[in-house]
């Protein structure tokens, strides 16, 4: 099994749809948050507590569960057994709200939480203090270097079919979103021209003051020329989770698969062109998806990252995390 970074869209939850495995097989990922019960109210924790917890202002409950829980692909799993009637509550699977779901198949210990149910991506969470890790022959995981970073994410599409926004789009969006916000310090800011202004440009706008821009958003990263910005939209590592080394000052970071997408898919609808396509010229077989609507970020991902950036305790921040619980 080789590590990769937490999903922004791990926590995503999505319509009464069955959505598909959240990681790939033969790969893992570490969630450093306290999740699954029991959960205790705001009221009962406090802002002291909380804060020390990582949370920044008020939600309705706070995870008291296992952290570092690793998920996995549910099929890489082996010698396991559902525990019954662990999930009553769910819809058309298992969502986890009632802790652990599997237990270990010679001892009978609880041991992981498979989550599968219509809202949510289909993964198995285990309990880090039921595992250990074990050594096995053959070859060492290899990290990627920046420089190889298009070529093994190439980035994935915006649109999906049958041309909704990606899921994966709106929830790594949303997280840059609260990291973008925090960095521009009340003022307003200019995003790039294209796909990059249609997926931050409304949130912005509707969340910092009208006037002259003070502040600009560009992308900047491995491949793409030297960059000058208030603020530099990188790639966060697929792997590692690490923000590509800037030097900035403000830096907002991006899943590396949707940076990889912005910085280097061009968005322009080409024409069709009459009789035989010259060698040079691209071809457009099939032409790319269209959205239905206009771009939204997931805003239930948008507001657990920014309770989570000490920043949102600012009066200006604050009403904007405020505002958003009503979205």
Request: hydrophobic fraction near 40%; charged fraction near 20%; proline fraction near 11%.
């Amino acid at each position: 099994m080789s590590r990769v970074e937490l999903p922004d869209h791990a926590r995503q939850s999505w319509g009464a749809r069955k959505l598909p495995s959240l990681l790939e097989p033969g790969t893992y990922a570490v969630d450093p948050k306290p999740s699954f019960p029991p959960y205790r109210l705001w009221d009962e924790v406090g802002a002291e507590e909380a804060e020390a917890r990582g949370v920044y202002a008020p939600v309705y409950s706070l995870p008291y569960g296992p952290s570092g829980r690793i998920g996995v692909a549910p099929g890489d799993l082996r010698g396991t057994v559902h525990i019954l009637r662990r999930d009553d509550n769910a819809c058309c699977g298992l969502s986890g709200s009632a802790g652990p779901n599997l237990a270990c198949a010679e001892c009978g210990r609880a041991v992981a939480t498979l989550v599968d149910d219509c809202y949510r991506w289909y993964v198995a969470w285990l309990d880090p203090d039921a595992v250990r890790p074990v050594s096995v022959s053959g070859p060492a995981c290899r990290v990627i270097g920046w420089e190889s970073l298009l070529e093994e994410y190439p980035g994935i599409p915006p649109v999906a079919e049958p041309g909704w926004w990606s899921l994966e789009w709106r929830a790594a969006v949303a997280v840059s979103l609260a990291h973008l916000l925090a960095a521009s310090g009340g003022k307003p800011v200019v995003v790039p021209d294209g796909l990059a202004g249609q997926v931050f440009g409304g949130a912005l706008d509707r969340m910092l003051p009208a006037g002259p821009p003070e502040r600009r958003l560009v992308l900047a990263g491995p491949g793409l020329a030297a960059a000058s910005g208030d603020v530099l939209l990188v790639p966060r590592h697929p792997q590692t989770g690490r923000v590509w080394p800037s030097g900035a000052e403000a830096v907002v970071p991006l899943a590396a698969e949707v940076w990889t997408y912005l910085a280097f898919h061009d968005d322009r609808r080409l024409l069709p062109a009459a009789n035989r396509i010259p060698a040079d010229v691209r071809r457009d077989d099939p032409p790319p998806l269209l959205p239905y609507d206009r771009f939204s970020p997931d805003w239930q991902v948008f507001r657990d990252t920014l309770v989570r950036l000490p920043a949102v305790r600012r009066s200006w921040l604050r009403a904007i995390y405020d505002r958003a619980a009503a979205l």
